[in-house]
């Protein structure tokens, strides 16, 4: 056979053993269907032993970053649960126990016994509030909460309480302890060491802390480009005044406002006034410096100093 036609038939034949694979394999899908209805004819037994029978094509997935699930049982802080229970254990009698607050602690808390206070007794506190939570493994937790009384005075209380399995439901198991508070704390050395006068930076701040608190005037127009903060509304004071203002960097001393993207971290002392009286506040925020001037990038009060309103 001459070269040619030698060529002419290898490209004939490719496609033919293209379409032959082709047909084999439908020829194998429509047997697999047709095992597959059969099987569920015949029953589940057979289903089972046809799909382990039936070939399949495994495509494998693609490697994803492991992420990590927080389940809602270790999610679950039962501190504001416990809280109520302890109002209505302090403020229940067990010479009482149809009272609305007796009926209301027995209900948390079904085997543990109401108090039996005398009738000259310790009044009830004014406030109850959690103040640590502690998790002890298994769905056991135990919430220490202060009650503080109109005389000014305050006692602690240990709770043991558990959490169900999805940490949706709460039981507290006993009596409430009565234990010492917690320490205070040692305060580390203040990062805003550095003194800033009178001028360029404090007046900044100080119009833009009386825009946020007051109302005078627009926030905006002391932030920077693409920084979005609102003022607190409604305003709560009518006046505010700054009494010190402390920063990290050297260059919030400077006299005059350094060159642009300059960026400081403050911390400002103000006294705000309204109608009830004279309150002092402190707020830290970042400033940086454009165009001859110091603008707010952000308020870091109550933020990390990785995020907050940039």
């Given at each position: 056979?001459?070269?040619?036609?030698?060529?002419?038939?290898?490209?004939?034949?490719?496609?033919?053993?293209?379409?032959?694979?082709?047909?084999?394999?439908?020829?194998?899908?429509?047997?697999?269907?047709?095992?597959?209805?059969?099987?569920?004819?015949?029953?589940?037994?057979?289903?089972?032993?046809?799909?382990?029978?039936?070939?399949?094509?495994?495509?494998?997935?693609?490697?994803?970053?492991?992420?990590?699930?927080?389940?809602?049982?270790?999610?679950?802080?039962?501190?504001?649960?416990?809280?109520?229970?302890?109002?209505?254990?302090?403020?229940?009698?067990?010479?009482?126990?149809?009272?609305?607050?007796?009926?209301?602690?027995?209900?948390?808390?079904?085997?543990?016994?109401?108090?039996?206070?005398?009738?000259?007794?310790?009044?009830?506190?004014?406030?109850?509030?959690?103040?640590?939570?502690?998790?002890?493994?298994?769905?056991?937790?135990?919430?220490?909460?202060?009650?503080?009384?109109?005389?000014?005075?305050?006692?602690?209380?240990?709770?043991?309480?558990?959490?169900?399995?999805?940490?949706?439901?709460?039981?507290?198991?006993?009596?409430?302890?009565?234990?010492?508070?917690?320490?205070?704390?040692?305060?580390?050395?203040?990062?805003?060491?550095?003194?800033?006068?009178?001028?360029?930076?404090?007046?900044?701040?100080?119009?833009?802390?009386?825009?946020?608190?007051?109302?005078?005037?627009?926030?905006?127009?002391?932030?920077?480009?693409?920084?979005?903060?609102?003022?607190?509304?409604?305003?709560?004071y009518t006046a505010v005044a700054v009494q010190?203002?402390?920063?990290?960097?050297?260059?919030?001393?400077?006299?005059?406002?350094?060159?642009?993207?300059?960026?400081?971290?403050?911390?400002?002392?103000?006294?705000?006034?309204?109608?009830?009286?004279?309150?002092?506040?402190?707020?830290?925020?970042?400033?940086?410096?454009?165009?001859?001037?110091?603008?707010?990038?952000?308020?870091?009060?109550?933020?990390?100093?990785?995020?907050?309103?940039?």
């Amino acid at each position: 056979m001459s070269p040619g036609k030698q060529a002419s038939a290898s490209e004939a034949a490719a496609p033919m053993a293209a379409g032959a694979r082709l047909e084999s394999m439908r020829r194998r899908v429509r047997l697999s269907r047709a095992a597959v209805l059969t099987a569920i004819a015949a029953g589940p037994i057979a289903l089972c032993v046809t799909v382990a029978s039936t070939p399949t094509t495994v495509q494998a997935a693609t490697a994803t970053k492991p992420s990590t699930v927080r389940t809602a049982a270790a999610a679950a802080d039962p501190g504001g649960y416990v809280q109520l229970f302890l109002s209505a254990w302090l403020r229940s009698s067990a010479g009482d126990e149809t009272s609305a607050q007796a009926r209301l602690a027995q209900s948390m808390a079904p085997n543990v016994d109401l108090p039996d206070p005398a009738s000259d007794a310790h009044p009830a506190p004014q406030s109850v509030t959690a103040v640590r939570t502690a998790q002890r493994g298994g769905g056991a937790w135990s919430v220490t909460l202060a009650a503080q009384y109109a005389d000014g005075s305050v006692r602690y209380y240990a709770v043991p309480v558990v959490a169900d399995d999805a940490g949706t439901s709460f039981t507290v198991t006993a009596a409430p302890g009565v234990v010492a508070g917690p320490d205070r704390a040692s305060v580390p050395k203040s990062p805003y060491g550095v003194t800033v006068p009178e001028g360029d930076l404090s007046s900044a701040v100080g119009e833009f802390l009386a825009a946020y608190l007051t109302g005078a005037g627009e926030v905006d127009r002391y932030l920077a480009p693409g920084v979005m903060l609102a003022r607190v509304s409604p305003a709560p004071y009518t006046a505010v005044a700054v009494q010190q203002v402390s920063a990290i960097e050297e260059s919030a001393a400077a006299e005059k406002v350094p060159a642009d993207g300059t960026t400081v971290h403050v911390l400002v002392s103000v006294e705000a006034h309204d109608a009830a009286g004279r309150w002092p506040l402190a707020y830290e925020l970042a400033l940086k410096a454009r165009s001859g001037r110091w603008e707010v990038v952000a308020l870091e009060s109550g933020t990390s100093r990785d995020g907050g309103a940039r």
